[in-house]
């Protein structure tokens, strides 16, 4: 049997390295446009940020490890171009231009996703960048060092915007994000949002919303973003503005398509055609809240769906059962969490969403190191169901956000979740964790 | 209506604060023995081992503030003697000898638990103390300062024994500890017990196990605890060999008592006597992963079980579901936590246990201060449910054993759990973060 898997990120690799554990004689071929296989995108902003690091040590493993340590057939610069459903065949050509063809028993469709770039003028000057794949990431690198880059716009104000401003500051880089809405973390409740806000321009970030973005231009001595009302000058600009799947490959073979352009798949990761499965940021899922489809390019999902199509692929008939959009990231002191629905969303899916707003305090009352934490949590009036968190603090939120997150998987009441034995002692946090504070809360109100 | 609470701590002050909350006309009284309410007791070894803390500190409201401003009728110095459930009366005698007595119509005891002293030569001298209570932890702190200690000694090695070995080395004072088991931490598996050893012994504290305690004697210049095979010189024992329910006062009215002689209670924290409740480390509980009951002395429980009992009182009918036992810890540079059940107690309670230990890391591969996490996990056999955690590390362990207390509570199955979206960042943890690797691979096994 021949397992065929177009793409060697996350869900790929997964995904061949399992099939190959499962079964040692299945031949397994990579096919992977570019030259880099299995490294960490999401450590590339640290990477980037730290003069000490280099981005070649975020690859977890090399092409040739897997090659003959695991005896996977992995084609690097191999671009596919072409599936074939009916006759079980993708076609492609490889960098320097040679054509390829596989037949395949069973194919993965692990292509990923790309930064989104505007179409507007000036995108394509070299100092502006996108930060998606690894080569990205080093030109991005060589070009701060290159360049002696001074001062930098972020285009978009999201995860990866907010990584990568607190990267380039850390090099001494000054920056200025622009974006064009008028809200600087829509998703967020505006208490929460302020807090982050609030910290980025501690660290002299300038916070431009409302700037709808006109175009780049070259200047003298480097690039300037102009907007409607005003230009910013930069040595570099980064376009953080989003991703969008990687899915014109299965769209163009007649395979479905789903929430933003992603691959449908079921819970098996099958798409609509035969033998055909597709994971990690190409992919869509379904929402464990809501039970509806949802498309979140995040790290684990993707690996998680890579073994779970090898576990398909060799038979286990293994079925995920959703995802909570859990997702963490720190930007300067402060780390931001959330998992599950916020209040709009939550209506959106048709729930009745009631929500608090709490803060707490990082560790106990006095005890060195205390830091505020503020807390949204959101339930559903009709049910009591726990339908989402989000917090924001100094010290202690990354970790916390996986006690609710294992609630929403659980399918639990805020009631039922405010009576779980979480653990205390003074340095870690007060005697009510301000998970069940919160909690505690929204039960008033419920 | 009048509502009487013996015991001005943790479970009595939440209870009596939350029925004047739900009533406000009601008559609430609370009797405590000691001049002191409202305290965090478990903060005690971090202001005893910070010169710039006060003990009074860790007061988190005063007599005063619960009589003037809620109401509710604080009786300190008070000691109760007897109950009388036929009549529903109590009777006592104040710290001046006066006696008194009240009737009531709905009673809570909330006497909660004692250091256990054992019954050995020398264990009364002034230099022998233990910490339980905030005047205990007065005394400590106070015979640190006046006879200048520069040695200790610590019978026992749990958590308030490693607290306080941690609090004492701060002060620069030498420090052995003693127990008369072979075992460090017998609950522990022994890899994670012998990463906590290593720690306290790093910090220059001498663990000697296996040494049977026999009497302390005083010498010219202070004391010796003296075991069967050697002695140990000191200028202050700490005797932290457990705690135990204060219970007699139940027991002698005809309270049915449970495991480790804590009072009985039922899901709604009655006793066996009519309008007799009981809360707090006084009481015993349900064990969520097991049924079965349980005696857990741990602050959350005293509070949460507080707040039913006025709940109940008030006429609301509050049942709590149980406790999963989860507990956290720091000693020196290094976090210990623990949710659920151990394989000892998996198979004592008729559950057929299968363990793992798997040793991840608290951030991603190569991120700055990543440090190394070991993880136990265990799960049923037959079931395939999640059983319980142990995990040890010095970064990134307290918050994470939340996630398996959670899923402990939802009576989840390992598979289950291993499915859980939990958040990933680069700074925050791999992308299978070290709950989930063991998950996976303790799903290998069942």
Known sequence: MRFVVIGGDAAGMSAASRAKRHQPDMDVVVLEKTGDVSYSACGMPYAIGDPQREMDGLIVRTADVFRKKQGIDLLTNHTVQSIDPENLNIKGTTLSGESFAFDYDKLLIATGASAIIPDLPGTGFP?????????????????????????????????????????????????????????????????????????????????KTGQAFRRVEERKNGLAVVCEDEEYPADMVLVAIGVAPNSMLAGTAGIELSVGNAIAVDKKLRTSADDIFAAGDCADAFDVVTGQKTWVPLALRANRAGWAVADNVCGKNKALPGIAGTAVFKVFNLEVARTGLNPKSAAEAGFDPVEVMIQSRSRAHGHPGSAPISVQMVGDQKSGRL?????????????????????????????EFSQSDLAYAPPFGPTWDPMLTAANQLLKRL
Chains 1, 2 share one sequence.
């Open 387 to 415: 339908l989402g968190v989000q917090m924001v603090g100094k010290d202690g939120v990354a970790h916390r956000i996986n006690a609710p997150a294992v609630a929403l998987h659980a399918g639990l009441t805020v009631d």
């Open 127 to 207: 100092g502006v960048m996108v930060l998606k794949s690894l080569e990205e990431g080093r030109r991005i690198k060589t070009h701060i060092s290159e360049k002696n880059v001074k001062k930098a716009v972020i285009i978009g104000m999201g995860y990866i915007a907010l990584e990568m401003c607190e990267a380039l500051r850390s090099l001494g880089i000054a920056v200025d994000m622009v974006k064009p809405r008028p809200t600087f973390l829509p998703w967020m409740h505006p208490d929460l949002s302020a807090v982050v806000r609030e910290e980025v321009e501690k660290n002299e970030v300038g916070v």
